[in-house]
């Protein structure tokens, strides 16, 4: 997935979960950042970041990637999806795309992906990486635990499955962050446990584009 024009600039400071103080330019500026986890470990001020122009809305830029001594991290949590989708399309694995839907409705929730009007796919975005082990989540997340539980509760119209894509070249294995969420790593245990499927995905991440490279095991 491309990623179109990047803009150098210095992080500042975050200012709440949508928002973060940059130096653009030599001036400090306010830029948009969808991702709503801490990310404490990558938003230092001081470390280098790369903006890209937006054509709507109340910021001139969003922050699209943090760059760090291992590489380059996406921290745009809209994308997992997208990239999925795009790897799915290309490699058949772990499903063979026939037709598929983004944001599907299933009671009172979305789901990002429903593939072949059967496989029902919520996918997270991972940012954290420890000892190349990736995480998640690195904040809590009810959100995300409701998600896997009604998932299991839909098992019976649909397959159900949870992708983690890691936005980041350095993890080489996955596991849900079970100090900082314990109910999110127990649900989603039991999920796997149940012979649902969980699968993680690495990134190849540069200045030009983000794509799904390989696999890593997922370890409880």
């Known amino acids: 997935m491309e990623l179109g024009e990047l803009i150098p600039a210095r992080f500042l400071k975050r200012e709440n979960r949508f928002v973060c103080l940059v130096e653009l330019y030599g001036k400090p500026e306010k830029v948009l950042i969808r991702n709503t986890g801490r990310l404490g470990e990558l938003l230092v001020p001081g470390r280098k970041v790369y903006l890209r122009e937006k054509s709507t ?4 830029h ?3 990637l943090v760059e760090l001594e291992s590489g380059l ?3 745009d949590s809209h994308l997992p999806p997208k990239l999925l989708l795009e790897h799915l399309l290309k490699s058949s ?3 063979e795309v026939k037709e598929y839907r983004y944001e599907y409705g299933v009671g009172n929730s979305r789901f990002d992906l429903l593939v072949n009007r059967k496989v029902l796919i919520e996918t997270k975005s991972v940012n954290l990486v420890v000892d190349k082990t990736a995480m998640f989540p690195d904040a809590p997340t009810q959100r995300g635990r409701r998600h896997i539980e ?3 509760e839909n098992a019976e119209t649909y397959e159900p499955a949870v992708i983690f894509v890691v936005q980041r070249e350095d993890a080489e294995k996955f596991t849900p962050n079970r100090e900082t969420d314990p109910d999110f790593s127990s649900a989603l245990e039991r999920f796997a446990g149940e012979g649902f499927t969980v699968k993680a ?3 190849e991440v540069n200045l030009r584009e983000i794509t799904i490279k390989r696999e890593i095991p997922v370890i409880f």
Do not use: D, M, Q, S
Not at 57 to 60: D, F, I, M, S, T
């Open 57 to 60: 809305g109340k910021y001139r």
């Open 62 to 64: 969003e922050l699209i």
């Open 150 to 152: 009604e998932l299991i």
């Open 201 to 203: 995905f690495a990134c």
């Open 93 to 95: 694995y772990p499903w």
């Open 73 to 75: 991290v996406c921290v």
